[in-house]
């Protein structure tokens, strides 16, 4: 059951970043560096935050806020995960 919710996590994250960065869907991969690859910026940030805490009902600590846990979607779908497990 996890691994559905895992993919599902990383399809709606993928469907969030591509519309707003305005970029294809298919060029966001699990491995994409979002941020070193210029597809997120500081702003678009704050907005996966806040589209994380209201989709998946989890609240980042200001500790956990770091590129690490964003850098890429395998990255934060296991965030997600984490959180709410």
Do not use: C, H, W
Request: net charge negative.
């Amino acid at each position: 059951m996890e691994m559905i919710e895992t993919i599902e996590i990383k399809e709606k994250i993928r469907k969030f970043i591509a519309e707003t960065a305005f970029v294809p869907e298919e060029k966001i991969q699990d491995g994409t560096m979002i941020f070193t690859e210029g597809i997120f910026d500081s702003m678009g940030f704050l907005s996966l935050i806040n589209f994380i805490e209201d989709n998946f009902d989890v609240k980042a600590e200001d500790a956990e806020l770091l590129e690490e846990n964003f850098e890429s979607l395998e990255a934060i779908s296991a965030f997600v995960v984490r959180k709410t497990n």
